[in-house]
């Protein structure tokens, strides 16, 4: 079976449906949603109903939380990143804000175990974003491949069999995909995998939308990375009232 694992889409339904259509022609039959279909871009109903529809395994991101009301009232006060996350909020219905609220923070299968940040406090929503991050996360969990989004930034860690964590395909998540590439490495025998999906739908400091595709028979795992048009994402969003983000304007290793 192969599993498309997807992260961030944060109200960008065009992006979205996009890497799923582009998943199952790669042969992906279970879908797994890793949390933030709300906040930031310009239709988180659409993104819902996308995400509701294709999905078979769902977790919580901190802006699902934020959105209906789960975190704390002064840390989504006093955060701008959770400014529109209200205003979605408002457009929901009641039964699409019950779904929001029913998500787990973590999820499991096959060995598999999935959540929005971190592994050691999912709740807290802290991010696997270095070698350290990871080597914790090994160290609290013994599952045999975790995957995680919220950085926006694709990582592959893996623990070895002699108890070293290292990087697995640094280089190629370090620039733009100019155009759609995937990256495979083999599943060795006695390691363990920590996966960032990256971003599929607000693709922050390598510019592209990634998920990962899991193959528990090839023994593989494969990070897709989407080219991304910011022309088209830049128009969707001025149409609709939404203020564009500040990594459109920065160099991609400053967003």
Sequence with gaps: ????????????PDALERALG?????????????????????????????????????????????CVGLEPSLEVLVNPNYDLDRDEGRTL???????????????????????????????????????????????????????CGHTHHAAVWELTDKGMVRPRLERRFSSPALRNETSTIRIRAGSRYIVNVGSVGYPRNDRCASYAIYDDEAKSISMRR??????????????HGIRLPRWLFLPPAFA
Excluded: Q
Aim: aromatic letters at 14%.
């Design 226 to 239: 989407l080219s991304f048009d910011f022309k088209d994402y830049v128009a969707k969003m001025l149409d």
């Design 1 to 12: 079976m192969k599993y498309a694992v997807m992260s961030d889409a944060h109200a960008n």
């Design 22 to 66: 582009d998943a199952r022609r790669r042969g992906c039959t279970r879908f797994v949603f890793l949390g933030d279909v709300t906040g930031y871009g310009y239709d988180v109903k659409a993104a819902l109903s996308l995400v509701r529809r294709n999905f078979s395994v769902v977790v919580m991101g901190n802006h699902d939380s934020a």
């Design 93 to 147: 219905d009641a039964e699409e804000r019950r779904y929001l609220k029913s998500l787990p923070l973590t999820a499991s299968e096959g060995g598999l175990l999935f959540a929005h940040g971190d592994f050691i406090e999912p709740g807290a929503w802290n991010y696997v974003f270095s070698i350290r991050d990871a080597a914790l996360n090994f160290h609290f969990r013994g599952d045999g491949i975790m995957f």
